[in-house]
């Protein structure tokens, strides 16, 4: 995790580096002489650098918490739109409170402006900036999967069927194979084509259909709880029943995934038989 934050950070410093010395430029290019003080721009692009670099990590935690889910897409589209304004108001009131803060310790007056005007304004930017960082998110997501490895079934000779009795899966990642235990998988996310299997924080990318993949796991303990999921019943931790009709299932891991009620039955069926 260190990483990707000091990578966050790193392009955050030289991007808004950037956009500051831009700023000063532009001005020169109208006057020799500045309509504001040199240090100015940089307190106003770092104060927009400050304040995104927590929000990434808050969008993040959303995209994990909250996954669109494309069988609800106007739902799910209604919702992001609302964090798209959560998320510029948070970023507005974020640099103003810093540049605030800046311009009272060196004894300037910093003006907002119209407060409406402006709050459109910085939504129209943060719009553009909010949907960005989920693209980027979703591709870093996606390349760290397959740099994870992927997930094969091991067959006897040169049959490629999935064995009957599905025991250990042979993951290939970086030129290496090793073997993991189906046992030790705590739940299934389908991606597309693949299907993510989450162990111990880690993500392997198996093609295949998640029916299809938990339909063969369901002898083992595995269930579906939503379109998307499904999970080892022993790795269960809790379940909280919702006020919707769904519920949460808290895995040992921590991890909370979504219990729909379209699966419900089925689920408890299953619980009750193990």
């Excluded at 400050?50 to 494309?70: G, H, N, R």
Aim: hydrophobic residues 45%; neutral net charge; aromatic residues 14%.
């Amino acid at each position: 995790m260190r990483y990707e934050i000091a990578l966050v950070f790193c392009y955050l410093l030289i991007n808004n580096t950037i956009l500051a010395t831009s700023v000063i430029m532009e001005a020169k290019r109208k006057s020799d002489e500045l309509p504001f003080e040199l240090w100015e721009p940089f307190v106003w692009e770092y104060a927009s650098a400050i304040t995104t670099f927590f929000l990434i990590f808050a969008v993040a935690w959303l995209l994990k918490k909250y996954p669109f889910d494309f069988a609800a897409i106007k739902r799910s589209l209604l919702f992001y739109i609302l964090m798209s304004i959560a998320y510029s108001l948070v970023h507005t009131a974020g640099m103003v409170a810093i540049k605030e803060l800046v311009y009272t310790l060196l004894s300037r007056n910093y003006d907002f402006g119209d407060f409406w005007f402006e709050l459109f304004y910085e939504y129209r930017k943060d719009l553009w900036g909010f949907i960005f960082i989920i693209v980027m998110i979703k591709c870093y997501d996606f390349i760290v999967s397959r740099l994870q490895g992927e997930a094969n079934p091991i067959a006897d000779g040169e049959d490629k069927e999935v064995p009957a009795n599905l025991d250990r899966l042979l993951v290939k990642k970086l030129g290496k194979e090793f073997i993991i235990r189906v046992d030790d998988i705590e739940w299934l996310e389908a991606a597309g084509n693949y299907v993510n299997l989450h162990i111990n924080e880690r993500i392997y990318p198996m093609r295949a259909t998640l029916t299809a993949l938990n339909k063969q796991l369901s002898n083992r303990g595995f269930c579906r709880i939503h379109r998307s999921f499904a999970i080892n019943l022993n790795e269960i931790e809790s379940i909280t029943p919702l006020s919707s009709g769904d519920s949460e299932v808290r895995l040992n891991s921590g991890k909370v995934l979504n219990l729909s009620r379209r699966y419900k039955e089925e689920f408890k069926n299953l619980l009750q038989a193990t």
